[in-house]
């Protein structure tokens, strides 16, 4: 059964090697892509299935036991995410052959898709920390790929930037493994948790703990250094911007959940304190940066910080409620984001341009489009009964309880003008007059995977009850790492 | 009880399909029976041996989300006004929305807001009142964008809806706080543990919370500004939703919560000042309006003050006063905002300089506005519930009771006062609507039709409406025997019998004080022409308005003054900013923890030609910041390379070693390459400051890494598990070389995936060529 926590991995990567035989027979490519996608659907389905009923799967790969060899480690955090990022991925699989020219899906376009999805899986279910750079490196290389793809001007200019800081902070993430082996001398991380706990974290390991920090928040694009972020995520295709910003900021932002819950977390008191203050500061400017542009696919962009600090926030608090809030935003966050960018992009195509100063009254002709954005707003910015709602509302108790106040404060003020930001949006650009000289064009192919990411998000919010015992099932594992290194170092 | 609630919302799903039908029958017809079914359903609690029912049904009850509907005394005189004053609403729609408009839309939001608002009320929930709260909010926004396609329509529905979500977010961080310290969601159990919540440190917060929640929703003064730009919306929706119902949700809210924060001072003070200041700026403000629903708009918003400073005041006769004057309230001002909707529509404008001498064309729409105004007056007449409550309010502006700090006994002392003088405004708006529609010379020139009487059905509900002004007027005893004492006894704590007569005797002192508010207002009434001017000294150009312009505006304006600041664009920038932040948190850390660790004990001797290679390694590295050439800097490097694959042969690692020498070769064949083809260096013209900051942080950043390299060696505390490897190799790897074992074996994975990033780069580069020459495809 243990090969089950690989199997999320490897079929991505066999699919994109596959799919790289005949680009150019694109029926069958897209036809393989969905079937591929689909069946991996099903299998991380199963897997979240056996691992909530059965517990975690363990993998020791090549047979070399823990702590020596690579460890897979399928606990219920990782299938949850690899689950979610299957869900939205196969929501991109069925928007990209609408929203993509032919001839950028020939040039290997679901190859390079399919090995983000190998990278980012890989990155959930791995317990070794220089494989977990291993698959930030594969996840990195195909999206350097994928945001190049077409080659045009203004993204090989937003792409450098992003290329060349990631390679910053994969650079600085080897280095910090290399200190952490150092001092602890392994890198499976049960047992670097084990080891920094009978040291009791002292000496140099915070400082190592926060380069750590900082290699995963700069791709979690965290304040300040989410730089890089809006504009390399708003030029590309929806379908790319749709992965990039469902996706890879979520890595980043779950291998910080991971190394805190686990491995650093015996000076909460200094380092899970600096974690608020960014958090709060990540709303701040994340909703200011959504403010102020008229950019539709940049507002989306800018929305991620916010939501990202959101999740940290639940770090920094570490408590039971906060970290159940923490992960719930994180699922909420990433198929509403995947479904924002997919509808905006959408939006966009509609309109002919993303900027907002150039077209009002959509709604004539866009109905359908407008409810989902309104509804979007809403279910973004956390308002009752949709999913946000209810990681907020986690989170807002595990602080008051912890009697953390002021960045309840900022939550509750960012969440008003993200919803401000959204609607924006919904006011200018869909309600108006009717221009009778426009000439719709048909988006029905793209709005599918739209409504079926946004129904999932109002199911997490009305349908909380199905989900929320497993989030919190999820919390009360993580907040005590004895669970995760006994079952990778004796199980 | 769910059912109820939930009904509108369900039936808005066919609505749309009804309204394919609107030109065989009006849409509100059909809608008409949803919320009459509703209040005939809850008349049937009215009586005097009524208790406070609950119906609970679980939703996520592993978070204490539960549809736990509770209907007590105010409850049931809300969702009475809900569904009663709702059925009368779709009714004169019915006449006054034509068929050419988009009638599904609005009927949809109109039966989403009629469940949310019962939601509100009915919900013991605090996070379910919170979801039905911010549902009102959002239909709200939709019925005041519903003419959308004007400026003005889109400007009120955004402005109301910040302000309206601004104060639900925050009760909803109140109610989160009274969650966590009472460990309870539902309002009845929070109320009956009332004594650990005010014993609460964090109390006052979210009494804060709650209060703003509730100013914000009930238009109290600063927030009231949303209330008159809500006006875009069609007059059913302003006579139902923002005088009638919605805007009382805030009443509502605080009148369920004064079980609980009744007892702390600071809760009266708060308030009773929100609520008087709201009394008396709104109705100052009201004769200053050309509008006649923006005369209505202050008007209902100084009402709302006026409640809720009794709800301030807590003291029985005020709780009762206030339960009492919402009833009124809706019903005088329900009639009022259609008499306004009527004249729109028969006549075209609502700009009360252009009307005037109405009452020949249209007596019985005078008529109905004769009783409301007088009534929303408090002009002494038996027949008029208004000037009941008015007189309730007087009265119990004076038996406040000495509070223990300087300010309450301080607003003990005023309160009667600001009370007059907001009643006296209040008279003085409410003759002005009158007169100056249907008093007066009439000027047909300046109206859009000729005006004439309405139709029937359009008189209707305000008829209704109107007839209970005069019942309850009349027979006062009526309601207040069982319906308003229950309300008020849900309020106060303790049943609360209060008979309301008509005639109090002369020495009365609020009769006194109405007879003030009649002299002087009627006096400011004729004269109103010669005092006009007042409102270009006060409040002249001072407007909260324009508060919230200014910050809307600025809020646009700075974020972008402030992100195009630090979203320079500029890769050197992002990284100097990068760089230093991690200098500056990663030093805070060592410092904090004690990180530093410096240890030589365990090193080795240093040979000369080690020594040697590491300083040509560090003279090269430093050596690429002044070259000037490209082919310089690539040789530069090249050296250092060199330099670390020399490294790994004196440490006896010679396979490492070739393979960094086949990496740097190749690189450097690479480079030398493609630089051919790129621009020469160019020096960078910054100025100095920027350059010495780059060279600190630069320095900086080397240092750090030096240093937490050096104290992390000093730290190796554990033995490392390549000893395992060592020892395993040939046993179990079947191989003599280590490194080979380790890359293909027992960290297989790790190398499988770096030639897959291997493959992806390939794939990639020959993608980003391939792309730009292929001509082929589209």
Same mark, same amino acid.
């Given at each position: 059964?243990?090969?089950?926590?690989?199997?999320?991995?490897?079929?991505?990567?066999?699919?994109?090697?596959?799919?790289?035989?005949?680009?150019?027979?694109?029926?069958?490519?897209?036809?393989?892509?969905?079937?591929?996608?689909?069946?991996?659907?099903?299998?991380?389905?199963?897997?979240?299935? &056996?691992?909530?009923?059965?517990?975690?799967?363990?993998? $020791?790969?090549?047979?070399?036991?823990?702590?020596?060899?690579?460890?897979?480690?399928?606990?219920?955090?990782?299938?949850?995410?690899?689950?979610?990022?299957?869900?939205?991925?196969?929501?991109?699989?069925?928007?990209?052959?609408?929203?993509?020219?032919?001839?950028?899906?020939?040039?290997?376009?679901?190859?390079?898709?399919?090995?983000?999805?190998?990278?980012?899986? @890989?990155?959930?279910?791995?317990?070794?920390?220089?494989?977990?750079?291993?698959?930030?490196?594969?996840?990195?290389?195909?999206? !350097?790929?994928?945001?190049?793809?077409?080659?045009?001007?203004?993204?090989?200019? $937003?792409?450098?930037?992003?290329?060349?800081?990631?390679?910053?902070?994969?650079?600085?993430?080897?280095?910090?493994?290399? =200190?952490?082996?150092?001092? %602890?001398?392994?890198?499976?991380?049960?047992?670097?948790?084990?080891?920094?706990? $009978?040291?009791?974290?002292?000496?140099?390991?915070?400082?190592?703990?926060?380069?750590?920090?900082?290699?995963?928040?700069?791709?979690?694009?965290?304040?300040?250094?989410?730089?890089?972020?809006?504009?390399? !995520?708003?030029?590309?295709?929806?379908?790319?911007?749709?992965?990039?910003?469902?996706?890879?900021?979520?890595?980043?932002? !779950?291998?910080?959940?991971? %190394?805190?819950?686990?491995? =650093?977390?015996?000076?909460?008191?200094?380092?899970?304190?600096?974690?608020?203050?960014?958090?709060?500061?990540?709303?701040?400017?994340? %909703?200011?940066?959504?403010?102020?542009?008229?950019?539709?696919?940049?507002?989306?962009?800018?929305?991620?910080?916010?939501?990202?600090?959101?999740?940290?926030?639940?770090?920094?608090?570490?408590?039971?409620?906060?970290?159940?809030?923490?992960?719930? !935003?994180?699922? &909420?966050?990433?198929?509403?984001?995947?479904?924002?960018?997919?509808?905006?992009?959408?939006?966009?195509?509609?309109? @002919?341009?993303?900027?907002?100063?150039?077209?009002?009254?959509?709604?004539?002709?866009?109905?359908?489009?407008?409810?989902?954005?309104?509804?979007?707003?809403?279910?973004?910015?956390?308002?009752?009964?949709?999913?946000?709602?209810?990681?907020?509302?986690?989170?807002?108790?595990?602080?008051?309880?912890?009697?953390? %106040?002021?960045?309840?404060?900022?939550?509750?003020?960012?969440?008003?003008?993200?919803?401000?930001?959204?609607?924006?949006?919904?006011?200018?650009?869909?309600?108006?007059?009717?221009?009778?000289?426009? $000439?719709?064009?048909?988006?029905?192919?793209?709005?599918?995977?739209?409504?079926?990411?946004?129904?999932?998000?109002?199911?997490?919010?009305?349908?909380?009850?199905?989900?929320?015992?497993?989030?919190?099932?999820?919390?009360?594992?993580?907040?005590?790492?004895?669970?995760?290194?006994?079952?990778?170092?004796?199980? | 009880?769910?059912?109820?609630?939930?009904?509108?919302?369900?039936?808005?799903?066919?609505?749309?399909?009804?309204?394919?039908?609107?030109?065989?029958?009006?849409?509100?017809?059909?809608?008409?029976?949803?919320? +009459?079914?509703?209040?005939?359903?809850?008349?049937?609690?009215?009586?005097?041996?009524?208790?406070?029912?609950?119906?609970?049904?679980?939703?996520?009850?592993?978070?204490?989300?539960?549809?736990?509907?509770?209907?007590?005394?105010?409850?049931?005189?809300?969702?009475?006004?809900?569904?009663?004053?709702?059925? +009368?609403?779709?009714?004169?729609?019915?006449?006054?929305?034509?068929?050419?408009?988009?009638?599904?839309?609005?009927?949809?939001?109109?039966?989403?807001? #009629?469940?949310?608002?019962?939601?509100?009320?009915?919900?013991?929930?605090?996070?379910?009142?919170?979801?039905?709260?911010?549902?009102?909010?959002?239909?709200?926004?939709?019925?005041?964008?519903?003419?959308?396609?004007?400026?003005?329509?889109?400007?009120?529905?955004?402005?109301?809806?910040?302000?309206?979500? *601004?104060?639900?977010?925050? #009760?909803?961080?109140?109610?989160?706080?009274?969650?966590?310290?009472?460990?309870?969601?539902?309002?009845?159990?929070?109320?009956?543990?009332?004594?650990?919540? /005010?014993?609460?440190?964090? #109390?006052?917060?979210?009494?804060?919370?709650?209060?703003?929640?509730? *100013?914000?929703?009930?238009?109290?003064?600063?927030?009231?500004?949303?209330?008159?730009?809500?006006?875009?919306?069609?007059?059913?929706?302003?006579?139902?939703?923002?005088?009638?119902?919605?805007?009382?949700?805030?009443?509502?809210?605080?009148?369920?919560?004064?079980?609980? *924060?009744?007892?702390?001072?600071?809760?009266?003070?708060?308030?009773?000042?929100?609520?008087?200041?709201?009394?008396?700026?709104?109705?100052?403000?009201?004769?200053?309006?050309?509008?006649?629903?923006?005369?209505?708009?202050?008007?209902?918003?100084?009402?709302?003050?006026?409640?809720?400073? #009794?709800?301030?005041?807590?003291?029985?006769?005020?709780?009762?006063?206030?339960?009492?004057?919402?009833?009124?309230?809706?019903?005088?001002?329900?009639?009022?905002?259609?008499?306004?909707?009527?004249?729109?529509?028969?006549?075209?404008?609502?700009?009360?300089?252009?009307?005037?001498?109405?009452?020949?064309?249209?007596?019985?729409?005078?008529?109905?506005?004769?009783?409301?105004?007088?009534?929303?007056?408090?002009?002494?007449?038996?027949?008029?519930?208004?000037?009941?409550?008015?007189?309730?309010?007087?009265?119990?502006?004076?038996?406040?009771?000495?509070?223990?700090?300087?300010?309450?006994?301080?607003?003990?002392?005023?309160?009667?006062?600001?009370?007059?003088?907001?009643?006296?405004?209040?008279?003085?708006?409410?003759?002005?609507?009158?007169?100056?529609?249907?008093?007066?010379?009439?000027?047909?020139?300046?109206?859009?039709?000729?005006?004439?009487?309405?139709?029937?059905?359009? +008189?209707?509900?305000?008829?209704?409406?109107?007839?209970?002004?005069?019942?309850?007027?009349?027979?006062?005893?009526?309601?207040?025997?069982?319906?308003?004492?229950?309300?008020?006894?849900?309020?106060?704590?303790?049943?609360?019998?209060?008979?309301?007569? *008509?005639?109090?005797?002369?020495?009365?002192?609020?009769?006194?004080?109405?007879?003030?508010?009649?002299?002087?207002?009627?006096?400011?009434?004729?004269?109103?022409?010669?005092?006009?001017?007042?409102?270009?000294?006060?409040?002249?150009?001072?407007?909260?308005?324009?508060?919230?312009?200014?910050?809307?505006?600025?809020?646009?304006?700075?974020?972008?003054?402030?992100?195009?600041?630090?979203?320079?664009?500029?890769?050197?920038?992002?990284?100097?900013?990068?760089?230093?932040?991690? /200098?500056?948190?990663?030093?805070?850390?060592?410092?904090?923890?004690?990180?530093?660790?410096?240890?030589?004990?365990?090193?080795?001797?240093?040979?000369?030609?080690?020594?040697?290679?590491?300083?040509?390694?560090?003279?090269?590295?430093?050596?690429?910041?002044?070259?000037?050439?490209?082919?310089?800097?690539?040789?530069?490097?090249?050296?250092?390379?060199?330099?670390?694959?020399?490294?790994? /042969?004196?440490?006896?690692?010679?396979?490492?070693?070739?393979?960094?020498?086949?990496?740097?070769?190749?690189?450097?064949?690479?480079?030398?390459?493609?630089?051919?083809? /790129?621009?020469?260096?160019?020096?960078?013209?910054?100025?100095?400051?920027?350059?010495?900051?780059?060279?600190?942080?630069?320095?900086?950043?080397?240092?750090?890494?030096?240093?937490?390299?050096?104290?992390?060696?000093?730290?190796?505390?554990?033995?490392?598990?390549?000893?395992?490897?060592?020892?395993?190799?040939?046993?179990?790897?079947?191989?003599?070389?280590?490194?080979?074992?380790? +890359?293909?074996?027992?960290?297989?994975?790790?190398?499988?995936?770096?030639?897959?990033?291997?493959?992806?780069?390939?794939?990639?580069?020959?993608?980003?060529?391939?792309?730009?020459?292929?001509?082929?495809?589209?």
């Amino acid at each position: 059964m243990s090969n089950l926590a690989v199997l999320p991995i490897i079929i991505p990567l066999i699919a994109g090697i596959i799919l790289a035989f005949f680009p150019k027979k694109l029926a069958l490519v897209r036809t393989l892509t969905k079937v591929f996608i689909i069946g991996n659907l099903a299998v991380a389905g199963f897997s979240a299935w &056996h691992v909530f009923n059965h517990g975690s799967i363990i993998l $020791e790969t090549g047979d070399w036991a823990a702590p020596y060899g690579i460890i897979i480690v399928a606990d219920q955090l990782s299938v949850l995410l690899v689950l979610t990022t299957n869900i939205m991925a196969a929501a991109c699989a069925f928007y990209a052959p609408y929203s993509l020219p032919d001839r950028k899906e020939r040039y290997y376009f679901y190859t390079f898709f399919f090995f983000l999805i190998t990278g980012v899986s @890989g990155a959930f279910l791995t317990g070794d920390i220089f494989n977990l750079f291993v698959f930030f490196e594969v996840l990195l290389m195909a999206s !350097y790929a994928l945001i190049v793809l077409g080659g045009d001007k203004v993204q090989l200019r $937003e792409s450098v930037k992003y290329v060349f800081i990631n390679l910053f902070s994969s650079m600085l993430f080897v280095t910090a493994v290399g =200190f952490l082996y150092g001092t %602890v001398g392994t890198v499976n991380m049960a047992q670097i948790a084990q080891r920094v706990q $009978e040291v009791d974290q002292q000496g140099i390991l915070t400082a190592i703990g926060i380069l750590l920090f900082f290699v995963f928040a700069v791709k979690a694009a965290l304040f300040p250094l989410y730089y890089w972020m809006p504009k390399s !995520y708003a030029v590309p295709n929806p379908v790319i911007s749709a992965l990039f910003g469902a996706l890879l900021t979520k890595v980043g932002i !779950y291998s910080i959940i991971r %190394v805190f819950s686990l491995i =650093f977390i015996h000076r909460i008191d200094l380092t899970h304190e600096v974690f608020i203050w960014i958090a709060g500061l990540s709303m701040i400017f994340g %909703v200011i940066g959504a403010l102020s542009t008229n950019n539709i696919k940049l507002i989306i962009a800018y929305n991620i910080i916010p939501a990202i600090g959101f999740i940290l926030w639940g770090i920094g608090v570490f408590n039971q409620e906060a970290v159940s809030g923490a992960i719930y !935003y994180l699922i &909420h966050d990433m198929i509403i984001k995947a479904s924002l960018f997919l509808l905006v992009g959408t939006i966009a195509y509609a309109a @002919g341009t993303s900027d907002l100063r150039k077209f009002s009254g959509l709604i004539h002709y866009y109905p359908f489009l407008g409810w989902l954005l309104f509804v979007s707003g809403f279910v973004l910015a956390g308002i009752p009964p949709f999913s946000g709602f209810i990681g907020k509302l986690l989170l807002l108790k595990g602080s008051l309880a912890d009697e953390k %106040v002021a960045v309840v404060i900022i939550a509750l003020l960012s969440s008003l003008l993200i919803l401000y930001s959204i609607m924006k949006i919904f006011i200018r650009g869909f309600w108006g007059e009717k221009d009778d000289t426009f $000439e719709p064009k048909p988006v029905k192919g793209r709005t599918a995977p739209v409504v079926a990411l946004l129904a999932l998000s109002v199911f997490l919010g009305i349908g909380a009850e199905f989900i929320y015992p497993s989030v919190e099932s999820i919390s009360r594992y993580l907040l005590d790492p004895a669970n995760y290194i006994n079952a990778v170092l004796e199980g | 009880m769910i059912f109820t609630v939930l009904i509108p919302l369900l039936l808005a799903c066919f609505v749309p399909f009804i309204s394919k039908f609107k030109h065989k029958i009006h849409t509100g017809t059909v809608i008409f029976f949803i919320p +009459l079914a509703i209040f005939f359903y809850f008349i049937q609690f009215i009586g005097s041996g009524f208790e406070p029912i609950r119906h609970t049904y679980s939703w996520i009850p592993s978070l204490g989300i539960n549809f736990d509907f509770y209907l007590d005394g105010l409850s049931l005189l809300f969702v009475l006004l809900i569904s009663g004053i709702g059925a +009368l609403v779709v009714l004169y729609s019915v006449y006054y929305l034509d068929r050419s408009e988009p009638l599904g839309h609005f009927y949809v939001y109109l039966l989403m807001f #009629m469940s949310a608002m019962l939601g509100v009320v009915l919900s013991d929930n605090v996070f379910v009142l919170y979801t039905f709260w911010e549902l009102t909010s959002i239909s709200s926004f939709l019925l005041i964008g519903y003419w959308h396609f004007k400026e003005k329509s889109r400007y009120g529905a955004l402005k109301s809806m910040i302000i309206t979500i *601004f104060g639900g977010l925050s #009760m909803f961080g109140g109610f989160a706080l009274l969650s966590v310290i009472s460990g309870t969601t539902s309002i009845q159990t929070m109320i009956a543990n009332a004594d650990v919540i /005010l014993d609460n440190p964090y #109390m006052p917060l979210a009494l804060g919370f709650i209060l703003l929640g509730a *100013f914000t929703k009930s238009a109290q003064f600063p927030f009231h500004i949303w209330l008159p730009d809500a006006m875009e919306a069609p007059t059913p929706v302003s006579a139902y939703l923002h005088s009638a119902t919605m805007v009382k949700a805030g009443l509502y809210l605080v009148a369920r919560f004064s079980m609980i *924060f009744g007892s702390y001072e600071w809760f009266f003070i708060i308030v009773s000042i929100a609520g008087i200041v709201t009394l008396c700026w709104a109705s100052y403000m009201a004769v200053h309006q050309t509008d006649l629903k923006a005369i209505l708009a202050f008007s209902t918003i100084s009402q709302l003050g006026m409640i809720m400073a #009794m709800l301030g005041f807590g003291t029985k006769a005020a709780v009762f006063a206030a339960v009492f004057h919402i009833l009124n309230h809706a019903t005088f001002k329900g009639s009022l905002f259609m008499v306004a909707g009527t004249v729109d529509h028969e006549t075209g404008t609502r700009d009360i300089r252009k009307l005037g001498g109405l009452l020949t064309f249209m007596p019985i729409t005078a008529t109905l506005a004769l009783f409301g105004t007088f009534s929303m007056a408090g002009i002494p007449l038996p027949f008029l519930n208004g000037f009941y409550s008015k007189e309730l309010f007087f009265e119990s502006t004076l038996d406040l009771e000495g509070g223990a700090s300087g300010i309450a006994g301080f607003l003990i002392d005023v309160i009667p006062y600001l009370a007059v003088f907001g009643s006296i405004f209040t008279f003085v708006y409410a003759l002005y609507f009158l007169f100056g529609t249907f008093g007066g010379k009439t000027q047909l020139d300046k109206l859009v039709k000729k005006p004439h009487e309405a139709p029937i059905g359009m +008189l209707v509900s305000p008829g209704i409406l109107v007839l209970g002004v005069i019942l309850i007027g009349l027979f006062p005893s009526a309601v207040n025997g069982t319906f308003i004492a229950h309300a008020a006894e849900a309020v106060y704590g303790e049943p609360i019998t209060k008979d309301v007569h *008509f005639w109090h005797g002369w020495d009365s002192p609020a009769f006194q004080m109405s007879l003030v508010v009649v002299g002087l207002g009627a006096l400011l009434v004729t004269t109103r022409r010669k005092w006009n001017g007042i409102y270009q000294v006060f409040p002249g150009k001072l407007s909260v308005n324009k508060v919230y312009d200014t910050i809307m505006g600025k809020l646009n304006a700075y974020s972008r003054t402030i992100t195009t600041f630090y979203m320079s664009g500029s890769l050197r920038n992002y990284m100097a900013i990068i760089l230093s932040t991690i /200098l500056v948190v990663t030093v805070g850390f060592m410092l904090a923890t004690d990180g530093f660790t410096i240890d030589f004990g365990n090193l080795a001797p240093i040979t000369f030609i080690e020594l040697t290679v590491v300083l040509i390694i560090i003279a090269s590295a430093i050596g690429t910041i002044f070259a000037k050439k490209n082919l310089a800097v690539i040789l530069i490097v090249g050296v250092a390379g060199y330099g670390v694959s020399l490294l790994f /042969l004196i440490y006896r690692a010679p396979d490492l070693a070739l393979t960094q020498l086949v990496v740097e070769t190749v690189s450097v064949a690479l480079f030398l390459l493609c630089f051919y083809h /790129l621009p020469d260096l160019k020096r960078l013209h910054a100025p100095l400051s920027t350059r010495t900051t780059n060279l600190i942080i630069s320095v900086g950043f080397g240092a750090l890494m030096t240093l937490v390299g050096i104290s992390a060696h000093s730290s190796s505390w554990f033995e490392t598990i390549s000893d395992y490897f060592i020892e395993t190799s040939k046993p179990i790897g079947g191989g003599s070389n280590i490194v080979n074992v380790i +890359l293909v074996d027992m960290r297989g994975l790790d190398t499988l995936f770096e030639i897959t990033v291997l493959g992806i780069a390939a794939l990639a580069i020959y993608t980003l060529i391939k792309f730009k020459t292929d001509k082929g495809g589209k």
